[in-house]
């Protein structure tokens, strides 16, 4: 067990909090207001951000689709260098944070910035960010990754960058009160599989790492059990989990694995599926597939999450597509798409992509992934 670990964002976690981002960016900063499709608009929250800037010099930009693309981010660069802004206000969730990151760390660029997905460019200087959290998922709000979509050639890539830790990020829970049931649902299981990935590996002996992945876990499962029964508390749990979940601390030190979040992506930029819904389709065939090598941590979740005294490692992947399901998540492919070459497009992009064995043992290869489509379509 060894590593370094840092997280510079403040997080500023409660109701009404939106209006301290007066006081959190300076006031000599010129501030590109970034945001997505307009629910910003319906739930107050757009108001509220326009009021607590009213003594900043500020533009916005918004637009930011759901899986953020190359081509919108780059107009947004456009529009931030004609305006000469120094600061980025992101308000949305995970995609408008995510497509802040590759505006700051690609904006004093002079190539592609597509270059930062291909790591063919390194940022040595970036625009601040500051965020506000209106969708609970990804952890974007306080970490260091970010998944930008090229719409031209439907890939999904991701980078890491240290300018891309946002310097504060405001969670109110209030405003997860407008999001739809399937939003909801996409934050659960966006959470519950970023445990997973950190989780679901082999085992180590890092018992803090451990055991807070199976607390995470008991949460999320719990929100999922009373998802009809919401109350302000369930808002904040879910804001909070899902925080949790990825903000780098779990995975300190420990394997990881990732194979269904890379499967995942090529999924969400062919067909445009929800990314959290590719995961769900994905993780339950992927485990079944190699629930034999992943048997002593399964059968640990088994017992300290769902309560289950099995010595069988398929109850426990089924526990976790019965959630999925409990949720009213499609666990299919076809379901979202009618295409006929979903294997030799996926399969390709992976390895186009540089992914040939990967998972944190290395045994997800090409013959790997056909056997989980197969099981997904």
Known sequence: MEFSYINPTQIEFGQGKINKISQLIAKDKRV??????????????????????????????????????????????????????????????????????????????????????????????????????????TGSESNSGSVITKGETKEKRFFHSPFSYPKFAILDPYVLKSLDDRQLVNGIVDAFVHTCEQYLTQPHGALAQDYYCEGLLRGLVELADTFESRDDLWYANLMWLANQALNGLIGLGVPQDWATHFIGHELSGLYGIDHARTLAIIQPNLLTILADEKKDKLLQMGENVFRLNTNNSLDVVEKIRALYSSLNIDLKISSYTDDTKIIEKVTSLLEKHGFTEFGDRGTVNKAVVVKILEKSI
Request: glycine share 14%; charged share 20%.
């Open 32 to 137: 590109l207001f970034l945001y997505g499709g307009g629910s910003i608009k319906k739930n107050g929250v757009y108001t509220q951000v326009i009021k607590a800037l009213e003594n900043h010099t500020f533009f916005e930009f918004g637009g930011v689709e759901p899986n953020p693309t190359k081509e919108t981010l780059d107009k947004a660069i456009a529009f931030g260098r004609e305006n000469k802004v120094d600061y980025i206000l992101a308000v949305g969730g995970g995609s408008v944070i995510d497509g802040s990151k590759y505006v700051s760390n690609a904006f004093f660029y002079e190539g592609d910035g597509w270059d930062l997905l291909e790591g063919k460019f390194t940022p040595t200087k970036a625009l601040d960010i500051g965020a506000i959290l209106t969708l609970a998922a």
